[in-house]
């Protein structure tokens, strides 16, 4: 018996090392450990042994089920991995392909920047306002402290709007967003914080660094006890969180006849970080936005006291802010629309 | 304005180097936008200040001279020169000579171009240097002679010592006229470096007769002049003025003339306050009369132009009639000549807006009416005069007469200004100390007298018009002690909530949506041409609102739709791409009467072309009408509005058989469909275009961000699928309309999955397939309850809209 499981256990090994495939593994299964195997057979007849060869050839013939079991389930991960390796290999794809992207369009980078000039804002308490583009004289200039033929009005070009609409240039389309300040102080009293986007218009021709039609983003804070300290601290906020925690920024006099004291506040140059190069002129400065302490007058124009509130106002041109942020160096290219140019601001 | 650092130097010491100098000027609010320096390329060993010691002929050439210069060296060079004023014969002349190896400008070339100088054969004689022009030296565009320099000019010293220096560009605010002279910078940098200021000493000899009986000056309309005087200088020599004073001039940006007009500009500079000059002789009557123009309709001024007057233009008169206009330019007629013998000065305060306008209407800017027409001190006309007629003695000789004549409304009183020193930290944020502001503003000219601790009455200096109130006292010591000294504090939370508009939300999330369709955002200028409005034929009730002063015919109509402008965009694009998918989210304009427009948020669509863009996997297909159907479906959805229906329109822009009005509720937002082929023809398309145009503010009115929640059911939906046969007139709309109707209560979709026309379907017949899906929220549905609604359907589609079932 033993001799018959011997060369039943050679046979088997044999067999199956000679099994390439699964088909001809389970074969193999079947016919040495399936139910009517050979083996299941062998064991199958260990009752009908002499009692004293019992114990020995059932624990060959166990032993032998048990080994070709464990060598079957090896040649069977073996032939599995082998089968699978062949299968990727007939369904190999080029992963290089390019992928069926989703077809989604962009946002002008406008848009872009004026949500994160906005959004920014918001964090620091600020709300919206949105005026409009065709405004009156007295609200763009007049009541901004800029009366008829003030010669600061020589600072804004103007485009007025014709008869029958416009009357003796008692209408125009806004040349700066400043006259929102007016609109808001004239819809909510203090506590204000507040920015106005919106589109601007001015009577001039088109460089790579002007427009005639551009966005401005205006603010406006008005309360108790309101100081340029603030109108520090909001801005340096704002330009860090644009354009990056290393920002240094510089705050000069300037005049505009609706804020007093005036200022500039410029951020050092992006570009050269403040060596100097093209982009900031050789000053390593990049002039940012004009801003200052609301002046009283303005305050008296809209019946807030000035001996009480104090307020500040700022006004930035979003292209300026977007030229910098991409490095585009034509203001022309906003309004050209060329989707070549948008294409690259999919963001 | 331009301002030498050498004339500034006459007023005020300059502690710092120029760079620090333009920095804090900058940081004062008087931005240097460029910092000049003239002779900056003139080598110290190479560029001298020489005398001529002889000049001789040239033995080959008529034109040419020999002169033999002395520059302090042990020997004496002898150079080539084709100058007119270096003659055979002369000598002592001071010259500037430059020698081989100095760089120098080339006279002839078209644009500035540099030279190195080195020894050349001139005609057959050798010359190792030459004698300089203004234009060699990048000085001026002077090149007929050669600098004669001034005869205490020292020889042999470096040129860039004598004539080097370094000239501030300086933009000075429109409020700010008392800087647009080189003594308000000085006293300006006095402030801020602390140093002394040093007004010109005007005090001369009064030799001639008494002013007032040379002249007689008359103010008739007073609203426009509220001071006038006038000076006299008798027994003039007209000549060109000291060489330094026209180098000052030149370096200011002004073109000298002659001593006597160079005096008046050199005034206007060094001042503020613009001086005309008269030929005393022509003055008729010896009389000067300040009147408007009134009947006066022409004037020939000094640039030889006649030019129209206006009634209210202000004129300078004389007895028989206009000699200057006022402010702005004077005349021809009177103008000093080379002949001048007697000169009259004028030196007055004219009101500014009458200034402005007459420069305006005029076209006609000048370095006088610029000033005028800012506001200047009306203590200023006498100094001025003064100042003039002295240095025309100094520069033309002759005898000033006694006193002005000195005619002038009642001059306005000195301001003060109660100025609490709590001011300054309520605007600043920060206290400063008393010494510093009363140093700063005393420096400025503020004379400052203190009524109780910690408050001043501040008499503003005449120069300062733009000083009315305590929030400009704190602008001076703030800005001149230095903004970078005002601390950054972040702004206190506000007490309440602050304004956000509603539509802004929804305009920004319809964008989203919009990109996430495939459409690029573009923005286009919100006013367009006749033409382009001309091409859309499109036509409104109120005539539309334009722009009084367009720049171009392009931009002249304030848009009242954004149709034309994208349509222009796309066609545009066109050119570069197979497909494009715009949309423009902005402002048309509809005027109202006696009101500022309507200006109504409008969203425009534009697509044509490809419907993919190109890839290895994709198919090719042109965009239809379907595309920018479902992006407004997926828009009017995704804004939470479920009211909505498309209604067959006909729209002269649109192509009939394929153009819906959008509706929601009872409202019309907008129309969308395909492009009117003619006008796409007039764009140069020839793809068919697709383009909507909503009332975006309509559209929002009904959007909500609420979505009422249906519970999932947990039962199994059946799917069945119907074929019905239809005539080709019944909307699809229609259809789907009576299977949810009678498909009650358990329908919960029909979806059309396919459109077939053609055989075995009769002509004029279409084949529409739906699958439609059943379910209940409670149980399971039995066969029997799905059969006995598939069949009420196709029974209700025979009914009501004569479909057939088929196959």
């Given amino acids: ?347 | 304005m331009k301002v030498p650092l050498s004339w500034l130097k006459d007023y005020v010491e300059i502690k710092l180097p120029p760079e620090q100098l333009a920095y804090k000027l900058t940081m004062a609010g008087f931005e240097v936008a460029e910092i000049h320096r003239v002779g900056e390329l003139w080598d110290r060993d190479k560029v001298f200040v020489g005398q001529i010691v002889e000049v001789k002929p040239h033995p080959n050439a008529d034109r040419l001279t020999i002169a033999v210069v002395d520059y302090g060296a042990s020997e004496l060079v002898e150079v080539v020169t084709g100058a007119p004023n270096i003659k055979v014969g002369q000598s002592g002349q001071k010259v500037a000579l430059a020698l081989a190896g100095a760089r120098l400008v080339d006279p002839y070339a078209p644009q500035k171009t540099y030279f190195t100088l080195k020894p050349t054969k001139i005609r057959g004689v050798l010359s190792p240097g030459m004698v300089c022009s203004e234009k060699e030296l990048d000085l001026s565009d002077e090149h007929e002679t050669v600098i004669i320099l001034p005869d205490d000019a020292p020889v042999g010293i470096p040129l860039a010592d004598y004539l080097g220096d370094i000239i501030l560009d300086i933009e000075v605010p429109t409020n700010r006229p008392d800087c647009l002279s080189i003594l308000g910078i000085a006293r300006e940098v006095a402030a801020l470096t602390d140093a002394e200021f040093h007004p010109p000493i005007i005090d001369y000899p009064e030799e001639g007769p008494e002013a007032k009986e040379l002249v007689e000056v008359e103010i008739a309309d007073s609203d426009l002049c509220s001071r006038y005087t006038a000076a006299v200088v008798l027994g003039v020599e007209i000549k060109p003025s000291p060489y330094l004073v026209q180098r000052r001039l030149r370096a200011a940006g002004m073109r000298p003339i002659n001593n006597v007009v160079d005096a008046t500009n050199y005034v206007m500079l060094e001042l503020g306050q613009p001086i005309h000059a008269f030929d005393y002789d022509k003055i008729r009557g010896r009389k000067i009369i300040v009147r408007r123009a009134r009947e006066d309709r022409t004037f020939t001024t000094l640039d030889g132009i006649t030019r129209s007057l206006f009634p209210d233009t202000l004129l300078i008169a004389d007895a028989e009639g206009p000699v200057a206009i006022a402010g702005v330019m004077g005349g021809m007629e009177s103008e000093v000549t080379d002949k001048t013998k007697n000169v009259l000065i004028e030196s007055a305060n004219f009101n500014r807006v009458s200034i402005r306008r007459t420069s305006r209407l005029l076209g006609l800017r000048t370095e006088a009416s610029l000033r005028f027409e800012k506001g200047l001190d009306p203590y200023l006309p006498p100094e001025g005069g003064k100042r003039t007629a002295q240095l025309i003695k100094e520069w033309a000789g002759g005898t000033i007469a006694k006193g002005l004549v000195d005619v002038h409304t009642p001059l306005p009183p000195r301001r003060t200004i109660t100025f609490h020193l709590s001011e300054l930290e309520r605007f600043i944020g920060i206290s400063y100390p008393k010494e510093q502001v009363s140093s700063i503003l005393g420096k400025l000219g503020f004379e400052l007298k203190e009524e109780e601790p910690q408050t001043y009455t501040v008499t503003v200096p005449t120069h300062r018009g733009d000083v009315t109130e305590p929030a400009d006292l704190v602008e001076e010591v703030a800005r001149i002690a230095g903004y970078d000294l005002i601390p950054t504090e972040m702004i206190p939370a506000p007490s309440s909530p602050q304004i956000f508009p509603e539509l802004l939300k929804w305009e920004e999330a319809a964008k989203d949506v919009l990109v996430a369709c495939g459409l690029y955002e573009v923005k286009t200028y919100a006013l367009i041409s006749q033409e382009l409005l001309d091409q859309f034929g499109l036509s409104y009730p109120l005539p539309l609102l334009s722009v009084a002063n367009p720049m171009t015919p392009e931009h002249v109509f304030l848009r009242p739709t954004l149709l034309p402008s994208l349509l222009r965009t796309l066609a545009y694009n066109l050119r570069f791409q197979d497909g494009v998918k715009i949309f423009e989210l902005a402002r048309v304009y509809l005027p109202r009467e006696n009101d500022l427009p309507q200006e109504r948020i409008t969203l425009a669509i534009a697509m044509a072309g490809e419907a993919e863009e190109l890839s290895w996997f994709g198919s090719s297909r042109r965009l239809d009408f379907f595309d920018l159907k479902g992006v407004v479906e997926e828009l009017v959805e995704r804004m939470g509005i479920s009211n909505y229906q498309f209604i067959p329109a006909d729209e002269r822009a649109f192509f009939p058989g394929q153009t819906a009005w959008l509706k929601v509720g009872e409202d019309t937002i907008g129309i969308l469909g395909k492009l009117n082929p003619d006008i796409a023809e007039a764009f140069e398309v020839e793809e068919e275009v697709f383009m909507a145009e909503f009332n975006f503010e309509a559209l929002a009115s009904h959007a909500s961000s609420r979505r009422e929640f249906k519970p999932v059911s947990r039962y199994p939906a059946v799917v069945q699928d119907i074929a019905v046969v239809v005539d080709e007139e019944i909307p699809a709309e229609e259809v789907r309309k009576v299977i949810m109707e009678a498909g009650k209560p358990f329908i919960r979709s029909a979806v059309l999955f396919d459109l077939y026309r053609g055989k075995p379907v009769p002509p004029g017949k279409k084949s529409l397939a739906y699958s439609l899906t059943f379910q209940a929220d409670d149980r399971t549905l039995t066969d029997k309850e799905v059969t006995k609604l598939r069949e009420r359907v196709i029974r209700e589609l025979e009914r009501k809209l004569g479909a057939t079932l088929r196959g």
């Fill in chain 1, 1 to 347: 018996m033993l001799e018959k499981i011997k060369s039943l256990r050679e046979k088997a090994i044999q067999e199956l090392e000679a099994s390439a495939d699964s088909n001809s593994l389970e074969e193999w299964k079947r016919t040495y450990l399936g139910k009517k195997g050979f083996v299941t057979q062998l064991l199958r007849q260990i009752g009908s042994l002499p009692p004293e060869e019992r114990p020995k050839a059932g624990e060959a013939a166990n032993l032998l089920r048990d080994e070709l079991t464990q060598l079957y389930e090896e040649k069977a991960s073996a032939i599995k991995e082998a089968e699978r390796l062949q299968a990727a290999k007939a369904q190999a794809i080029d992963v290089t392909l390019p992928g069926r992207r989703p077809q989604i369009g962009a946002l002008h980078p406008v848009t872009q920047t004026l949500r994160e000039i906005i959004e920014i804002f918001s964090r620091m308490g600020f709300g919206v306002y949105e005026g409009p583009e065709v405004e009156w004289d007295e609200y763009n200039f007049g009541l901004l402290n800029i009366p008829p033929e003030h010669p600061a009005r020589d600072m804004w070009d103007t485009l007025y709007i014709a008869p029958p609409y416009g009357k003796d240039g008692n209408m125009l389309l806004r040349t700066h967003t400043s006259p929102d300040q007016i609109r808001v102080m004239e819809l909510t009293k203090p506590p204000i914080r507040v920015v106005v986007p919106g589109r601007c218009y001015r009577h001039e021709a088109t460089d790579a660094s002007h427009e005639w039609m551009f966005y401005q983003v205006e603010g406006l804070a008005v309360d108790k006890g309101i100081t340029m300290a603030h109108l520090k601290g909001v801005l340096t906020t704002f330009v860090r969180e644009m354009f990056g925690k290393e920002r240094k920024v510089r705050f000069r006099c300037d005049y505009f006849p609706f804020v007093e004291p005036g200022a500039d506040m410029a951020m050092d140059c992006i570009v050269c970080g403040g060596k100097g190069c093209r982009v900031c002129k050789f000053t390593g400065w990049l002039e940012i936005l004009g801003a200052g302490m609301v002046h009283p007058q303005v305050l008296r124009n809209v019946g807030i006291d000035p001996n009480i509130y104090t307020g500040f106002a700022f006004g930035m041109g979003v292209e300026r802010i977007a030229m910098l942020k991409h490095k585009i160096d034509d203001i022309r290219y906003f309004y050209a629309n060329d989707l070549r140019f948008l294409k690259q601001f999919r963001a």
